[in-house]
């Protein structure tokens, strides 16, 4: 992940007009990634490093939209669909894996 994610970053920033401050990878109970709009970090999930790099992409790009959109939304499910069209089946993907139900409830 650490290869991967800075060239997901390099690809996605300037698609979707945004920058992370930062971006970090620990270990999350809950979730796949988070992200705080006020000061632009960017956390992934260790356990990403298990899923395909199409999932990865996804995670990534999720929490770049919500450097725009900060809730889960229709703003921010119309903002990945024109960005990442086919985003709602690779969340599903993930969701049926280590995290299931407990992750991106909206």
Sequence with gaps: MKA???ALLARWQPVLGVAASAWGIKRMKTKWGSCTPASGRIWLNLDLARQRPACIEYVVVHELAHLIVRRHDAQ????????LPGWAALRAELNRG????EVWRE
């Design 76 to 83: 921010l499910r119309a903002l990945m669909d024109r960005v």
């Design 98 to 101: 280590t995290l299931a139900d």
């Design 4 to 6: 991967l994610v800075p």
